[in-house]
């Protein structure tokens, strides 16, 4: 049976989140509570969520079983020449990358672990099922995507407590409503192109245009595809202004921790492409480097590590 190769923190400078909740100064607000239905007949009145591909069907399947058949699974992705290729790669990358360059799916199995491979499996079926109109501006966001997750996960590395591989996962699934209201919505590009020039914040202007925002609708997906419920709660409440001050309860500190990661990867990814930053905003960005307990130079060496990581996955 195949299990994940963590890595192990890479800098002295990591330090354990910081529970911002406890003590936080701002007002706490009643907290987000499940989807309503009404909120999911809106959804699902506008939306079309697409049925859940059958290689995830039948990758999760394996997963889910307390000994997972490593040799089913791993033929079952490399019948997928593009599956096949994305976990190579990612089994290669500086995030996961130990010893020798590996070439074959069953090896990435062992390196990335069965739970990590199936999130690539569903990742790539998602961008598969994406498809459709605005091909170059979906390319633009899946590369962006990519390299927040790889970000994220290099943030997580330098923590103690917060799993990289889960922050990378979390982070390739957390904006997964976009692509899916990009294809709804003729207007949806052109919101977000003036999001990106103006650096207004996506979530409030899909709040103004559009009868739900991408949260609810990234949540709801990966709810019909049967993914876990903290990866679930996490992508719904990512964009909650008070997400760093909600009860245990309702947001799981390790859930709060992955957000966190996001939420600097994102911004400092925007500063590596020279892109305004239209996901997380400031305040956001600020309470997730008190979370996670981040100097100024724990920063700028989290900002020179994912620079050169993403050179290396470049390559
Ligand atoms: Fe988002």
């Known amino acids: 049976m195949s299990t994940t ?51 995830v069907i039948d990758a999760m399947r394996e997963a889910q079983k307390d000994i997972p058949d490593v040799v089913r699974l791993a033929k079952t992705i490399s019948a997928d020449v593009g599956m096949a290729a994305i ?19 069953r090896r990435a199995l062992e390196r990335l ?3 990590n491979v199936v999130c690539v499996v569903v990742a790539a079926a998602l961008r598969e099922t994406l498809k459709g109109p605005s091909a170059a501006f979906l ?29 990378y996962t979390y982070a390739l699934f957390h904006d997964a409503g976009i692509p899916l209201m990009l294809r709804r919505y003729p207007e949806y590009e052109k919101v977000l192109t003036i999001c990106r020039a103006t650096g207004d914040l996506l979530v409030d202007s899909e709040k103004d245009y559009f009868p739900c925002t991408h949260p609810v609708i990234g949540s709801l997906l990966v709810r019909n595809w049967g993914l876990p419920a903290p990866l ?7 964009h909650e202004r008070d997400v760093y001050h909600l009860p245990d309860a309702t947001l799981h500190g390790n859930s709060l921790s992955l957000i966190a990661t996001t939420h600097i990867a994102e911004r400092l990814i925007g500063q590596i492409l020279g892109e305004k930053e239209y996901e997380v905003g400031q305040a956001l960005f600020d309470r997730a480097v008190v979370h996670l307990g981040l100097s100024s130079e724990d920063l700028e060496d989290v900002h020179e590590d994912m620079i050169q990581a993403l050179n290396e996955a470049k390559r």
């Open 113 to 115: 672990g069965t739970i």
């Open 87 to 105: 976990t190579i790669k990612l089994a290669n990358s500086p995030l996961f990358r130990a010893g020798a360059p590996i070439t074959t799916v």
């Open 139 to 167: 390319d633009g966001y899946w590369a962006k995507t990519s390299a927040v997750a790889l970000g994220s996960g290099m943030i997580a590395k330098r923590q103690y407590g917060i799993s990289p591989d889960a922050a």
């Open 232 to 238: 679930i709660n996490a992508i719904r409440l990512h």
């Open 5 to 55: 190769l963590r890595t192990p923190p890479a800098h002295g400078t990591a330090k354990p989140p910081q529970d911002t909740r406890a003590g936080g100064v701002e007002p706490i607000a009643p907290p987000p509570q499940e989807l309503t239905n009404e909120e999911i007949d809106k959804v699902f009145a506008t939306i079309d969520i697409p049925p859940c591909p059958a290689i």
